[in-house]
Protein backbone atom coordinates (compact mmCIF):
# COMPACT_ATOMS: atom_id res chain seq x y z
CA UNK A 1 0.00 0.00 0.00
CA UNK A 2 1.03 3.53 -1.03
CA UNK A 3 2.18 5.62 2.32
CA UNK A 4 0.40 8.58 3.46
CA UNK A 5 1.52 11.68 5.52
CA UNK A 6 -0.85 13.96 7.79
CA UNK A 7 0.05 16.59 10.16
CA UNK A 8 -0.33 15.13 13.76
CA UNK A 9 -2.61 17.87 15.33
CA UNK A 10 -4.57 20.93 13.93
CA UNK A 11 -7.30 22.61 15.97
CA UNK A 12 -10.41 23.96 14.25
CA UNK A 13 -13.23 26.64 15.38
CA UNK A 14 -16.90 25.88 15.61
CA UNK A 15 -19.09 26.67 12.49
CA UNK A 16 -15.94 26.50 10.21
CA UNK A 17 -14.68 24.68 7.68
CA UNK A 18 -11.43 22.31 8.65
CA UNK A 19 -9.44 21.01 5.80
CA UNK A 20 -7.19 17.59 6.70
CA UNK A 21 -4.30 17.79 4.08
CA UNK A 22 -3.32 14.38 2.97
CA UNK A 23 0.06 13.15 1.15
CA UNK A 24 0.17 10.44 -0.76
CA UNK A 25 2.98 10.68 -3.64
CA UNK A 26 3.61 7.03 -3.79
CA UNK A 27 -0.39 6.26 -4.76
CA UNK A 28 -0.60 3.45 -7.93
CA UNK A 29 -3.45 3.99 -10.36
CA UNK A 30 -5.59 0.95 -8.53
CA UNK A 31 -5.38 2.36 -5.42
CA UNK A 32 -8.47 5.06 -3.54
CA UNK A 33 -7.94 7.41 -0.92
CA UNK A 34 -10.66 6.93 2.48
CA UNK A 35 -11.12 8.99 5.12
CA UNK A 36 -12.38 7.93 8.37
CA UNK A 37 -12.30 9.00 12.24
CA UNK A 38 -12.26 7.36 15.30
CA UNK A 39 -14.10 9.01 17.99
CA UNK A 40 -11.92 8.67 21.67
CA UNK A 41 -13.18 4.90 22.54
CA UNK A 42 -15.68 3.93 19.37
CA UNK A 43 -14.86 2.10 16.50
CA UNK A 44 -13.35 3.58 13.13
CA UNK A 45 -15.97 5.02 11.25
CA UNK A 46 -16.18 5.38 7.69
CA UNK A 47 -16.48 9.37 6.23
CA UNK A 48 -15.59 9.18 2.52
CA UNK A 49 -13.69 7.60 -0.44
CA UNK A 50 -12.37 8.28 -3.76
CA UNK A 51 -10.29 7.68 -6.45
CA UNK A 52 -9.78 10.79 -8.80
CA UNK A 53 -12.38 12.96 -9.03
CA UNK A 54 -14.08 15.02 -6.30
CA UNK A 55 -16.73 13.22 -4.01
CA UNK A 56 -19.49 14.50 -1.47
CA UNK A 57 -21.63 13.37 1.05
CA UNK A 58 -23.77 13.87 3.88
CA UNK A 59 -20.59 14.54 6.35
CA UNK A 60 -17.86 15.71 4.22
CA UNK A 61 -16.00 16.66 0.95
CA UNK A 62 -13.18 14.89 -0.53
CA UNK A 63 -11.05 17.03 -2.87
CA UNK A 64 -8.18 15.32 -4.56
CA UNK A 65 -5.50 16.39 -6.79
CA UNK A 66 -5.10 16.04 -10.61
CA UNK A 67 -1.59 13.95 -9.88
CA UNK A 68 -3.68 12.09 -6.98
CA UNK A 69 -0.31 12.44 -5.13
CA UNK A 70 -2.31 14.45 -2.64
CA UNK A 71 -5.71 15.07 -0.76
CA UNK A 72 -7.73 17.16 1.17
CA UNK A 73 -10.97 16.81 3.32
CA UNK A 74 -13.11 19.36 3.95
CA UNK A 75 -15.52 19.10 7.05
CA UNK A 76 -18.29 22.31 6.00
CA UNK A 77 -19.08 23.23 9.12
CA UNK A 78 -17.09 21.59 11.87
CA UNK A 79 -18.86 20.95 15.45
CA UNK A 80 -17.51 20.03 18.98
CA UNK A 81 -18.69 16.28 18.22
CA UNK A 82 -16.12 16.37 15.06
CA UNK A 83 -13.41 15.97 17.56
CA UNK A 84 -12.01 13.18 16.66
CA UNK A 85 -8.54 11.79 14.82
CA UNK A 86 -8.25 11.46 11.30
CA UNK A 87 -7.09 8.57 8.56
CA UNK A 88 -6.14 9.05 5.63
CA UNK A 89 -5.60 5.25 4.23
CA UNK A 90 -4.49 4.31 0.19
CA UNK A 91 -6.44 1.03 -0.23
CA UNK A 92 -6.02 -1.38 -3.04
CA UNK A 93 -9.22 -1.71 -4.83
CA UNK A 94 -9.75 -5.11 -3.65
CA UNK A 95 -13.20 -7.08 -2.35
CA UNK A 96 -10.85 -8.29 1.00
CA UNK A 97 -8.21 -5.47 0.99
CA UNK A 98 -7.06 -4.54 4.83
CA UNK A 99 -7.16 -1.24 6.32
CA UNK A 100 -3.68 -0.16 6.73
CA UNK A 101 -4.10 2.74 9.68
CA UNK A 102 -0.93 5.25 10.55
CA UNK A 103 -0.99 7.56 13.40
CA UNK A 104 -3.61 9.91 11.74
CA UNK A 105 -4.43 13.49 12.38
CA UNK A 106 -5.96 14.82 16.25
CA UNK A 107 -8.66 17.27 15.42
CA UNK A 108 -9.60 19.55 17.69
CA UNK A 109 -12.78 21.28 17.53
CA UNK A 110 -13.39 24.67 19.56
CA UNK A 111 -16.32 26.22 20.94
CA UNK B 1 -28.83 2.45 9.37
CA UNK B 2 -27.83 -0.85 9.96
CA UNK B 3 -24.56 -1.43 11.95
CA UNK B 4 -22.10 -3.63 13.29
CA UNK B 5 -22.51 -4.85 16.77
CA UNK B 6 -19.94 -6.35 19.36
CA UNK B 7 -20.22 -7.81 21.98
CA UNK B 8 -19.32 -8.03 25.08
CA UNK B 9 -18.48 -4.51 25.25
CA UNK B 10 -15.76 -5.31 27.77
CA UNK B 11 -14.28 -8.61 28.55
CA UNK B 12 -11.99 -9.43 31.93
CA UNK B 13 -10.08 -13.23 31.83
CA UNK B 14 -7.09 -14.57 33.45
CA UNK B 15 -3.95 -14.83 31.86
CA UNK B 16 -3.96 -18.26 30.05
CA UNK B 17 -7.71 -18.49 29.53
CA UNK B 18 -9.26 -19.27 26.25
CA UNK B 19 -11.96 -15.53 25.14
CA UNK B 20 -14.29 -15.24 22.26
CA UNK B 21 -15.48 -12.22 20.64
CA UNK B 22 -18.47 -11.91 19.02
CA UNK B 23 -19.55 -9.74 16.17
CA UNK B 24 -22.93 -9.44 14.22
CA UNK B 25 -21.41 -8.13 11.04
CA UNK B 26 -24.03 -5.72 8.61
CA UNK B 27 -26.83 -8.68 7.37
CA UNK B 28 -25.61 -8.27 3.20
CA UNK B 29 -22.04 -8.26 4.23
CA UNK B 30 -19.76 -10.45 2.81
CA UNK B 31 -16.62 -10.00 3.90
CA UNK B 32 -15.25 -9.48 7.72
CA UNK B 33 -12.12 -8.41 9.79
CA UNK B 34 -11.05 -8.25 13.37
CA UNK B 35 -8.30 -5.59 14.08
CA UNK B 36 -7.37 -5.07 17.30
CA UNK B 37 -6.22 -1.55 18.89
CA UNK B 38 -3.44 -1.61 22.03
CA UNK B 39 -3.68 1.35 24.43
CA UNK B 40 -2.19 4.53 22.74
CA UNK B 41 -1.47 2.63 19.62
CA UNK B 42 -2.58 2.89 16.20
CA UNK B 43 -5.54 0.43 14.57
CA UNK B 44 -3.65 -2.85 13.45
CA UNK B 45 -5.04 -5.58 10.84
CA UNK B 46 -5.50 -8.96 12.20
CA UNK B 47 -7.50 -11.07 9.38
CA UNK B 48 -10.07 -10.60 6.59
CA UNK B 49 -12.65 -13.65 6.37
CA UNK B 50 -14.51 -14.32 2.45
CA UNK B 51 -16.90 -17.54 1.61
CA UNK B 52 -16.04 -19.28 5.31
CA UNK B 53 -12.52 -18.93 5.04
CA UNK B 54 -9.07 -16.49 5.61
CA UNK B 55 -8.33 -14.31 3.04
CA UNK B 56 -5.37 -12.80 4.83
CA UNK B 57 -3.76 -12.63 8.18
CA UNK B 58 -1.35 -10.67 9.50
CA UNK B 59 1.78 -11.74 11.83
CA UNK B 60 0.02 -10.76 14.64
CA UNK B 61 -2.92 -13.45 13.53
CA UNK B 62 -0.94 -16.36 15.17
CA UNK B 63 -1.74 -20.02 16.26
CA UNK B 64 -3.54 -18.65 19.28
CA UNK B 65 -6.11 -17.07 16.90
CA UNK B 66 -9.02 -18.28 15.16
CA UNK B 67 -11.86 -17.19 13.28
CA UNK B 68 -15.19 -18.24 12.61
CA UNK B 69 -19.08 -17.42 11.27
CA UNK B 70 -20.85 -20.26 12.65
CA UNK B 71 -23.86 -19.09 11.51
CA UNK B 72 -25.51 -16.36 9.23
CA UNK B 73 -25.06 -13.66 11.12
CA UNK B 74 -22.39 -14.16 14.00
CA UNK B 75 -18.68 -13.64 13.29
CA UNK B 76 -15.88 -15.15 16.34
CA UNK B 77 -12.76 -14.44 16.90
CA UNK B 78 -11.09 -17.07 19.78
CA UNK B 79 -7.82 -16.19 21.61
CA UNK B 80 -7.07 -19.78 23.10
CA UNK B 81 -4.54 -19.25 25.63
CA UNK B 82 -4.78 -15.28 26.08
CA UNK B 83 -1.36 -13.75 27.49
CA UNK B 84 -0.83 -10.40 29.14
CA UNK B 85 0.29 -8.78 25.25
CA UNK B 86 -3.22 -9.16 24.17
CA UNK B 87 -4.80 -6.56 26.34
CA UNK B 88 -6.36 -4.26 23.69
CA UNK B 89 -9.79 -2.88 21.76
CA UNK B 90 -11.06 -5.26 19.10
CA UNK B 91 -12.79 -4.12 16.24
CA UNK B 92 -14.68 -5.99 13.82
CA UNK B 93 -15.59 -4.35 10.39
CA UNK B 94 -17.62 -6.20 7.74
CA UNK B 95 -18.42 -4.46 3.97
CA UNK B 96 -20.11 -5.63 0.92
CA UNK B 97 -17.96 -6.28 -2.47
CA UNK B 98 -15.11 -3.89 -1.84
CA UNK B 99 -17.26 -1.35 -0.41
CA UNK B 100 -16.04 0.70 2.87
CA UNK B 101 -15.43 -1.39 5.51
CA UNK B 102 -17.75 -0.32 8.53
CA UNK B 103 -16.85 -1.00 12.26
CA UNK B 104 -18.10 -1.94 15.48
CA UNK B 105 -17.75 0.09 18.38
CA UNK B 106 -15.34 -2.61 19.73
CA UNK B 107 -14.88 -4.80 23.02
CA UNK B 108 -12.34 -3.82 25.16
CA UNK B 109 -10.44 -7.70 26.32
CA UNK B 110 -8.32 -7.12 29.58
CA UNK B 111 -6.24 -9.69 30.78
CA UNK B 112 -5.27 -9.85 34.09
Known amino acids: DAKTTQPPSMDCAEGRAANLPCNHS???????VYWYRQIHSQGPQYIIHGLKNNETNEMASLIITEDRKSSTLILPHATLRDTAVYYCIVRVANNDYKLSFGAGTTVTVRA | EPEVTQTPSHQVTQMGQEVILRCVPISNHLYFYWYRQILGQKVEFLVS????????KSEIFDDQFSVERPDGSNFTLKIRSTKLEDSAMYFC??????????FGDGTRLSIL
Open chain 2, 93 to 102: ASSYTGGPQH
Open chain 2, 49 to 56: FYNNEISE
Open chain 1, 26 to 32: TISGNEY
